[in-house]
């Protein structure tokens, strides 16, 4: 069955520290990848997602993440992690093809970031 | 830009009640999605629709129905409101694996 894992429930770094949110996904077919930023009291917010090409995309905030099919993941990095970061993070996978695709997401990570 | 807007932000209902929340689209989106979001489990696809008066089950639709008649409208139902559903529940349209999601609507069922 198709499913995403967050390995990581929740994270703590330290202003200005770098960031590395897991993601892996099961699903047979080519993935569509997602990760979205949910702050307290607010929506989702996509970051980035990924279709195909570069295997490394560029999202808003400063934020990034690689594909790498071999390990069937999709981690979102940032090198230097802000206050205004702290927030829930998920990563989910677009399964079916476009005109019928459906999101499911990983259980969340939650970013705690100390002054 | 697409705006997926939940008809309420917060509601609290009584166990047993039948409760409604609804959710418009203002792109033609072909699809439309329930979700729930709970702390630790993110969020479950509850129901989805890929067109008008169509609808399939997602991973969690005991307890839930929904309601499809326009396209730009899709109803979630809880025909018998239990305090298990107590939730955040998300509505969000797309089209082509561009997704928006509406800000949510917090259910307390006491």
């Known amino acids: 069955a198709q499913s995403v894992t967050q390995p990581d429930i929740h994270i703590t770094v330290s202003e200005g520290a770098s960031l590395e949110l897991r993601c892996n996904y099961s699903?047979?077919?080519?993935?569509?990848l997602f990760w979205y930023v949910q702050s307290p009291g607010q929506g989702l917010q996509l970051l980035l997602k990924?279709?195909?090409?570069?295997?490394l995309v560029q999202g808003i905030k400063g934020f990034e993440a690689e594909f790498k099919r071999s390990q069937s993941s999709f981690n979102l990095r940032k090198p230097s992690v802000h206050w205004s970061d702290a927030a829930e993070y998920f990563c989910a996978v677009a399964i079916g093809s476009g005109n019928t695709g459906k999101l499911i997401f990983g259980q969340g990570t939650t970013l705690q970031v100390k002054p | 830009d697409v705006k997926v807007t939940q008809s309420s932000r917060y509601l609290v209902k009584r166990t047993g009640e039948k409760v409604f929340l609804e959710c418009v689209q203002d792109?033609?989106?072909?699809?439309m999605f329930w979700y729930r979001q709970d702390p630790g489990l993110g969020l479950r696809l509850i129901y989805f629709s890929y067109d008008v008066k169509m609808k399939e089950k997602g991973d969690i639709p005991e307890g839930y129905s929904v309601s499809r008649e326009k396209k730009e409208r899709f109803s979630l139902i809880l025909e018998s409101a239990s305090t298990n559903q107590t939730s955040m529940y998300l509505c969000a349209s797309s089209i082509e694996h561009g997704y928006t999601f509406g800000s949510g609507t917090r259910l307390t069922v006491v």
């Open positions: 699903y047979g077919a080519t993935p569509y």
């Open positions: 792109m033609d989106h072909e699809n």
């Open positions: 990924y279709f195909s090409g570069d295997t």
